[in-house]
């Protein structure tokens, strides 16, 4: 028997929104498995959305840097948001987007990098013997087109190009440049704010839309539904979930007509003077997926006095 603990069940409520004993009852029924107990509540329509589970922890910045046909984003790590305020690790997370940018966005390609008289990993050394705190490059990721732009769009920015979160839309075309950066900036805030998970059903994994499938099938399965309506019930569910989560069949925020971001391309084409095609995109929020430790200070202050 699995022990459900109220960080566990505060975890679950925050993904899914749902009542707490609901979500206690679900971890009971799912022996503790996170994944299995959002699903339950989703069967028994108790959840509101397949929210992401885990939450944003990691202190840092995100930089992103694009010159023409190619744009990089990397996300630096600190322990505090303070260090994010300090200039000498803004210089850091800038200088480290360059090298990217320049050279590859492979992290231990990047820290062998030579700036002037030392590595990118020795530049990293030594901030943190200045600023006194712990500091990684966690990732990076670039895009590039044979012809068009990558466009990028940084959200809570500190400084010029890094902030809390930074987004690379790539658009292959041979039209004009100015009009595709436009573009390009627009489908770059859009898809900081509407996260989506792929470009297309095509892109999404085939084990997050079969699960999606399952749960939608077992939802009206209990209701006491016939498989032939399930069927159908299920491929009508699976062409909203794309619409929430493929960036093409999502609709444009920039559009208050409810146009997709697919129809938006197309009409753009026409100020564009040419085709215009989306190869990819990235999104990066600082911190997602990083658990932060969260310590009990009265446990510390008591280990401490025992100590003594």
């Given at each position: ?13 925050e ?12 971890l009971?029924?799912?022996a ?61 997370v ?17 820290k ?14 030594d901030?943190i ?33 890094a ?12 039209g ?23 470009l ?57 007509k ?51």
């Open positions: 028997m699995a022990t459900i603990t109220a960080a566990m069940v505060k975890e679950l409520r993904s899914t929104g749902a009542g707490m004993m609901d979500c206690k009852a679900a009971t029924e799912s503790g498995d996170m994944q299995a107990a959002q699903d339950w509540l989703r069967k028994k329509g108790l959840s509101k959305a397949a929210k992401k589970a885990g939450r944003v922890a990691a202190e840092g910045l995100i930089g992103a840097v694009t010159s023409a046909t190619k744009g990089v984003v990397v996300e630096v790590n600190s322990e505090t948001d303070f260090v994010a305020r300090n200039e000498q690790f803004q210089g850091l800038k200088m480290i987007a360059q090298v990217a940018l320049h050279n590859s966005a492979d992290v231990e390609k990047i062998a990098v030579k700036v002037g008289a030392v590595t990118v990993e020795t530049a990293i050394s901030a013997a200045t600023i006194g705190e712990n500091m990684t490059l966690r990732r990076a990721t670039s895009l590039e087109v044979g012809q068009g732009v990558v466009a990028s769009y940084v959200h809570g920015a500190v400084i010029e190009g902030g809390k979160m930074g987004v690379l839309v790539a658009l292959e075309s041979a004009k440049a100015d009009e595709l950066a436009v573009l390009g900036r627009q489908l770059a805030m859009h898809v900081a704010a509407a996260n989506p998970q792929a297309d059903p095509a892109g999404l994994d085939p084990a997050v839309v079969t699960r999606e499938k399952d749960v939608l099938a077992d939802k009206y399965r209990q209701q006491g539904k016939p498989e032939n309506v399930i069927e159908k019930i299920v491929e009508s569910g699976l062409k909203t979930y794309y619409k929430e989560v493929c960036l093409l069949e999502q609709a444009f925020i920039h559009d208050e409810g146009k997709s971001v697919a129809q938006a391309v197309k009409e753009a084409e026409g100020k564009i003077g040419a085709p215009v095609k989306i190869t990819g995109f990235v999104r990066y929020a600082l911190g997602e997926g990083i658990e932060k430790q969260e310590s009990d200070f009265a446990a510390e202050v008591a280990a401490t006095a025992g100590k003594k």
